[in-house]
């Protein structure tokens, strides 16, 4: 019942949206989305949802956020964006536990927040927008588990501290527990460097130390690095399970180097929860502190899963020319 509840809810929300004209929209109104890797191409189509939404409804967007993985920098922009006291904000965490105060005090001073992408769900956000991360663990898990037919050794490469990464690993890991004969041989920490994936893995294939037969990325800048080096250096008998439909992941599964990657949908993510905003902002439920989750009658959702697919050799060339066109517009 609750997924139908989910399915629903944003179909009704999308279609009272299309009954409103452009004149509810007032010119002092601007929507801010406070993300990281802010340069990274996952982001850049989070961007052009964003954008395609605000020029919908004719109202002003922005983008914060530093360009590289820095949660304090996003922290401290959070803080700055408060101060100048926007219609609404979309927020995808870097660090939980630095990001929560600053949701709570936007709430507090009556600017609403949802979380997109990477959750908070101790804070007081509305709302989350987004994919199942654990799901997502789960899914990859079961591909692991499949093509090394459950043995093998697998790497992991992530952000330990980014709430939707902790809940990937944590569905492989729970995947794994069902193989005995699947280890974690190392959890590498990428720190949002792409460069420092490309140095681990070039390490682990030149020292030998114990076999690795799965490289797993749980974000999406590491597998592209991961590829690379592989390709240098001629290594085709590894599994490679990537994160979401960057070009250069799309390329290398069209080489068969990558496997399989887990494609998100930022886009839709942004584009929605741009709406969703300002839908809030003219047609306020009430007040923005309440624990709407605890509500059973609530006018909003708790979370709206955005999907998640597999992308593979069988349909790479469908998603490459949808990300042609989409680029080109």
Known sequence: MQGQVLLISPIAFLAALAGCGSP???????????????????????????????????????????????????????????????????????????????????????????????????????????????????????????????????VFYTMPAQPNLYERLHGYQDTFAAYPGLKTARVVDTKGNAAIAFDATKEMLQSGAGKIDAFVCLESTSCPEVADILERQHVTDKVVIAMDSTPRTLAAIKKGIITATIGQKPFTMCFFGL???????????????????????????????????????????????????????
């Open 24 to 154: 509810q929209h007032e010119a002092t109104e601007k929507y801010v989305l406070l993300a990281n890797n802010t340069k990274v191409p996952y982001w850049q189509a989070a961007i052009a949802g964003l954008n395609r939404a605000g020029s919908a409804m004719n109202v002003k967007t922005e983008v914060a956020g530093p360009e590289n993985y820095n949660p304090k920098v996003q922290h401290e922009e959070f803080q700055r964006i408060i101060r100048e006291k926007p219609t609404g904000i979309l927020i995808s965490a870097g660090d939980s536990s630095l990001i929560q105060p600053d949701i709570n005090a936007a709430i507090e001073q009556g600017i609403p927040v949802i979380t997109v992408d990477s959750d908070v769900q101790d804070s007081k956000r509305l709302f989350f927008i987004g994919t199942d991360n654990y799901k997502v663990g789960t899914m990859g898990g079961h591909i692991v588990a499949q093509q090394l037919k459950g043995k093998g050794n697998v």
């Open 275 to 329: 709406k969703m905003l300002d839908d809030l902002h003219h047609h306020s439920p009430g007040p923005l502190d309440k624990k709407w989750f605890e509500d059973a009658f609530s006018p909003i959702p708790s979370f709206v899963d955005t999907g998640a697919t597999l992308i593979d050799k069988n349909n790479v060339d469908f998603f490459m020319k949808a990300l042609q066109s989409e680029t080109q517009d």
